[in-house]
């Protein structure tokens, strides 16, 4: 039997097939009945349902991470498709096939890999070169550098999110760098390199997206230093001469400071040109990633605007012939 996948459902369809439950929240209504509110995924994407009447029996019987086999009807709400739910039953993870469960990247990881060896290896810095390398050769690295997602929801959220944010990064700065000859681009590269590498333990992405214990309680930009420090021990032991400490520095800092502002988690304001660059990219690629997936991956295709996002805090404008005719909050006048 063919799967329908959550990008191919509609309004008014029945759903009779098995999800991953990214996310699981037991609610009361205003009488106090409990229902549950759910996060389904598939490689497709996501999408909420509820199962009205339920009970903390019920919800008891699975967590995020594991499948259901639900039974439902698409409905409409606040602009948004959902699943009401009639019915869901755990199913064993040995009765399904993984690959359909977990998005991906729609780019080639095997040529994602390529450019970035080709990236790094041509740095003309023997020291981040040397740096890179001692990355590289680790295999078990690169296995989740490689398959990691960039977040959990909203940024890159899917396998190989990681990497294809980095490398898309990397070919940005080295398409601008002649613009900005007082920007080092060795040092830019390896920074954007860098910049969410503590990611890959910060984050658990094996079924349903989370966060490590690790990950809770230390984060990714103090993981990431932890990491470029043990490597640039193996750098001095594979070169022979002790990496310089003002290029350490440098790189510590652009770790620390990329997401720009504290309010935003940055531990220290951008203090030098490549660490100001490099918070701009990342914030560029990564706002410029979510609105276009946001607009692509709107389930309501005959609508020219997206349903509101309390994440994004607006409604994006997709466009389409009548586009004239609908008013700011999406309606026709």
């Known amino acids: 039997m063919t799967r329908r996948f959550v990008n191919q459902l509609a309004n008014g369809d029945a759903v009779d097939e098995v999800y991953l439950v990214a996310d699981k929240q037991l609610r009361a209504n205003r009488q106090g009945n409990l229902y549950l509110q759910l996060e389904l995924r598939d490689k497709s994407g996501t999408m909420g349902a509820r199962l009205w009447n339920a009970s903390e029996g019920l919800a008891r019987t699975f967590e995020p991470g594991d499948f259901l086999h639900v039974k439902g009807k698409i ?5 948004a498709l959902q699943i009401i739910l009639s019915h869901i039953e755990g199913i064993s993870r040995e009765s399904i096939e993984p690959e359909d469960f977990l998005p991906q990247s729609s780019q080639n990881v095997a040529k994602l890999t390529a450019r970035l060896r080709e990236i790094l290896f041509g740095l003309q810095n023997p020291n981040l070169r040397a740096l890179a390398e001692c990355f590289l050769i680790d295999e078990g690295f690169v296995q989740r550098f490689t398959t990691a997602p960039a977040g959990i929801k909203n940024h890159h959220a899917y396998q190989a999110g990681l990497l294809e944010h980095v490398v898309t990064m ?16 060795d040092l830019l590269l390896m920074g954007i390199f860098l910049h969410d590498v503590g990611k890959i333990t910060e984050l658990s992405y094996d079924r349903a997206y989370g966060y490590t214990d690790e990950g809770q309680l230390v984060g990714h930009l103090v993981m990431g230093v932890e990491m470029l420090r043990d490597k640039v021990e193996q750098t001095a032991d594979l070169t022979g001469e002790p990496f310089p400490q003002e290029l350490l520095l440098r790189l510590k800092h652009m770790i620390v400071s990329h997401h720009g502002t504290p309010e935003f988690g940055s531990v220290k304001l951008p203090m030098t040109p490549e660490a100001v660059a490099l918070h701009y990219l990342d914030n560029l690629d990564a706002k410029i990633h979510a609105f276009t997936r946001e607009i692509r991956d709107d389930p309501c295709k005959d609508t020219i605007w997206t349903p509101y996002n309390p994440s994004m805090n607006r409604r994006l404008f997709k466009g389409g012939q009548g586009a004239e005719a609908e008013s700011g909050d999406g309606t026709k006048e």
């Open 75 to 79: 409905q409409v709400f606040q602009g």
């Open 170 to 185: 990397m070919n940005v700065a080295d398409k601008i760098s002649d613009l900005y000859p007082d920007v080092d681009r």
